[in-house]
């Protein structure tokens, strides 16, 4: 069945780390790209981040950039984001997803995602 499953969100404060999870189902990641996005409260859902391991394209964000890594296990079939020096702007609902096209990149916009987490709440705060 495909399905990708966040994990990994919480509360922390401002300048601290985090890293989320993205656990991928009936599908490999050698072919279908990740992508990372988040959803503030009255916000429209952006793009963090994407992987397209295959290629080894790697897309971040500008607000993010420098601050967010994204990674793959392939043994878990889990990809990765890592975030550092967080700041309130970064809190929101982080929402993982596949990119079903075969294309040789991957991008922060959302309709190009057919299947999607749940989302994992990351709450930045002191």
């Known amino acids: 069945q495909l399905q990708v499953v966040e994990s990994g969100g919480g509360l922390v404060q401002p300048g601290g780390s985090l890293t989320l999870s993205c656990a991928a189902s009936?599908?490999?990641?050698?072919?279908?790209?990740i992508g990372w996005f988040r959803q503030a409260p009255g916000k429209g859902r952006e793009g963090v981040s994407c992987?397209?391991?295959?290629?080894?394209?790697?897309w971040y964000a500008d607000s993010v950039k420098g601050r967010v890594t994204i990674s793959r296990d392939n043994v878990k079939n889990t990809v990765y984001l890592q975030m550092n020096r967080l700041t309130p702007d970064d809190t929101g609902v982080y929402y993982c997803?596949?990119?079903?096209?075969?294309?040789?990149?991957?991008?922060?916009?959302?309709?190009?995602?057919?299947?999607w987490g749940q989302g994992t709440q990351v709450t930045v705060s002191s």
């Open positions: 997803a596949r990119d079903p096209r075969p294309v040789y990149y991957c991008s922060g916009f959302p309709n190009e995602y057919d299947v």
């Open positions: 009936g599908f490999t990641l050698d072919v279908h790209a």
């Open positions: 992987r397209r391991s295959g290629v080894g394209y790697i």
